[in-house]
């Protein structure tokens, strides 16, 4: 289909296939923009597959989330079927944890953009029923991007107001004592063919992280069989026994995730968001407790390296502060009559970026507090909180941008 035009959209190359579908890059004629396009294969095709297509497109279509895929079209051509979705530019979870356990800092990031967008879903009646790690995208970027929502399962209400009259009952496209989703990421009442709930999905979240944090799944097995009765029956190993980096909180959180009674998992995906974030804070700014036994997190750096963070927001003091004396010169000789507190006297500290080990992120941290603390014992310059500018953490704005909303002039 290279080279083809498919409604308003040009193919330009093939990224790949599965079982549900078939993904080609294209560019939007009308708009521009590059998108991917989804096309279910022929060797799929049927009334029920064909269904579960387009609910895909409708069940994302109806959720707006940064951390979800946009789409943008569902369309046919010759017969066949198809979605229009953002393009994204990375890869997929799967292919990630190819290379081994992630580092803690990025569980936890990767965790709570799930979890984030599970919340998003559930409050808009609709359960995704497939998390794993081949519907989760990671972008260049380093963001999570949930993708594949060809079982999920919507509401009445949802299914009303989004799908229309015209889609095949639920109970069509989920018969029954059907075990939909990939087995080894199934929650127990999946498993058994039960009716299920949000509850599961986060089952399934806690399979993921159990994986991101170890690289083994928590129930493997030869067949369906046993990796059925793993999931029913077994008690995993601690994720601590299989990566000692992995801190005690982060494995109560997994535990708690994979709870066999959903009664005692996590209730809703706000609670084990909460949880993740937290534990990324305290991580990142080493607060948080072993189990009693000391705190998770780097160790302390050496003397040396005390000296060296010390001579690096030194010099960064003093070159933004003899900047800012420089200009408060040159504005006293220009505009004697500028107000104390003007923008070009106002400063923003914004968040160091950590660019080397993830066990280094402390000291971006304290760099960041420690030059904001040393700019603002200087006359005649108003530093803001730390509050308003590590907001902008991870942020794509441009300096101007984020100068104009803080009103500062550095």
């Known amino acids: 289909m290279i080279g083809e035009t498919v409604s308003h959209y040009r193919i330009l190359s093939k990224l790949g296939s599965g079982g549900m579908g078939v993904v080609y890059e294209a560019e939007d004629l009308n708009l521009g923009r590059k998108v991917a396009l989804k096309f279910l294969p022929d060797a799929v095709m049927s009334r029920e597959s064909l269904e579960r297509f387009k609910r895909e497109a409708q069940a994302a279509s109806a959720l707006n989330h940064p951390h979800i895929c946009i789409v943008y079209d569902l369309g046919e051509h010759d017969g066949k079927p198809f979605i229009a979705m953002e393009r994204m530019q990375g890869r997929t979870l799967k292919a990630v944890m190819s290379e081994g356990p992630l580092p803690v800092d990025r569980v936890l990031e990767l965790g709570s953009q799930l979890a984030d967008a599970l919340e998003a879903a559930h409050a808009a009646g609709i359960l995704h029923r497939d998390l794993k790690p081949a519907n989760v995208f990671i972008t260049d970027r380093g963001e999570a991007k949930l993708l594949d929502f060809g079982l999920a399962k919507m509401s009445a209400k949802v299914v009303d107001e ?5 889609v095949p009952t ?5 018969k029954p004592g059907s075990t939909l989703g990939t087995v080894a990421y199934m929650s127990p009442e999946q ?7 949000a509850r599961s999905d986060l089952f399934s979240l806690g399979v993921a992280l159990y994986e991101m944090a170890t690289g083994r799944l928590p129930f493997a097995g030869d ?12 008690t995993p190993a601690s994720p601590t026994s299989l990566n000692p980096e992995v801190p005690p909180k982060l494995e109560e959180i997994i535990r708690k995730a994979l709870e066999k009674d959903r009664g005692l998992r996590y209730q809703h995906a706000a609670e084990m968001r909460a949880d993740l974030r937290r534990l990324l804070r305290d991580t990142a700014s080493g607060r948080a407790s072993s189990g009693g036994s000391g705190r998770v997190g780097p160790a302390l750096p050496s003397r040396r390296g005390l000296v060296v963070v010390g001579a690096v927001v030194a010099a960064l003091a003093l070159v933004l502060g003899g900047v800012w004396l420089a200009r408060r010169g040159r504005d006293a000789a220009t505009a004697p009559t500028a107000p104390t507190h003007s923008a070009s006297k106002r400063m923003a500290v914004l968040p160091f970026e950590n660019l080397g080990a993830a066990e280094d992120v402390y000291f971006a941290d304290g760099m960041t507090d420690e030059v904001r603390s040393k700019l603002a014992g200087l006359s005649g310059l108003v530093v803001i909180a730390s509050a308003s500018a590590n907001q902008y953490k991870g942020t794509t704005k441009t300096p101007e941008q984020i100068a104009k909303e803080l009103g500062v002039g550095y």
């Open 162 to 166: 989004v799908v229309g009259s015209e």
């Open 170 to 174: 639920a109970e069509f496209l989920t």
């Open 191 to 197: 498993a058994r063919g039960e009716g299920l709930d």
């Open 223 to 234: 067949s369906r069989a046993e990796i059925f009765k793993g999931i029913l029956a077994d």
